[in-house]
């Protein structure tokens, strides 16, 4: 299953909660608009923390997700890779191989900017 894929297929599943569950997912989206709003850390940087956690997570949803937004707020390719070697200093072996799907998701949807 390719990154674009998951993230096809999560947000049917959320679209989904959305109607079960609304309350909550509505604020869910309010926390998340709040806390990446441009402020002392830019949206980027941001980004980059999220992208962080979710290697440490291994979450290849949240990857996904942070991979695409990565791309399109114009993260290179050098400034994920020193975020993915602080996550594999600090998460050893598990960390190195999301650290391997975040760049794969990251250069899925690179490739797919660059070509639209």
Do not use: N, W
């Not at 309350?23 to 998340?32: E, K, S, V």
């Not at 998701?105 to 639209?116: L, P, Q, W």
Request: proline share 3%; hydrophobic share 45%.
């Amino acid at each position: 299953m390719t990154y674009r894929e998951i993230t096809r297929s999560t947000s049917a599943s959320l679209g989904k909660l959305r109607t079960t569950i609304p309350d909550t997912l509505r604020a869910f989206g309010a926390l998340a608009q709040a806390a990446t709003r441009d402020g002392t850390l830019d949206r980027k940087t941001k980004e980059l923390v999220a992208m962080a956690l979710s290697v440490a997570a291994r979450c290849d949803p949240c990857i996904a997700y942070h991979a695409e937004a990565l791309v399109r707020l114009g993260a290179t390719r050098a400034e994920l890779d020193e975020v993915l070697g602080m996550c594999v200093t600090m998460g050893g072996g598990p960390s190195l191989m999301y650290a391997a799907r975040a760049v794969e998701a990251f250069d899925e949807f690179a490739a797919g900017a660059a070509s639209a």
